[in-house]
């Protein structure tokens, strides 16, 4: 079963930016697709950002688009969030998530998801 830690989490300004990272132990992150969520105080958690097992293929919530990049190094058994031009909406704790699927499966539900980290918090500052 593989465990996940997030990392690269912090206080940053609005217009800054982040990078998160997400370890993989246990098993072999090509194995999964992957995928980054948010929770921010009151609301639901939601899909930010995911990536399929191989071929690179990613989907993102509208509000990340062209400011976010998911990407994945599985010979260092890491996924990432850039995350640029941050704003104080973005304020949330995130969270990595992986599930097995075909190669190019890209899923965005959490109940998609069967293994989860324990978050990072994200702070940006207005």
């Known amino acids: 079963q593989v465990q996940l830690v997030e990392s690269g989490g912090g206080l940053v300004q609005a217009g800054g930016s982040l990078r998160l990272s997400c370890a993989a132990s246990?098993?072999?992150?090509?194995?999964?697709?992957m995928g980054w969520f948010r929770q921010a105080p009151g609301k639901d958690r939601e899909f930010v950002a995911a990536i399929s097992r191989n071929f690179g293929k990613t989907s993102y919530t509208d509000s990340v688009k062209g400011r976010f990049t998911i990407s994945r190094d599985n010979a260092k058994n890491t996924m990432y969030l850039q995350m640029n031009v941050l704003r104080p909406e973005d304020t949330a704790v995130y969270y990595c998530a992986a599930t097995y699927g075909s190669g190019n499966y890209v899923p965005f539900r959490s109940t998609d998801f069967d293994y989860w980290g324990q978050g990072t918090q994200v702070t940006v500052s207005s």
């Open positions: 246990g098993g072999t992150l090509s194995t999964y697709a």
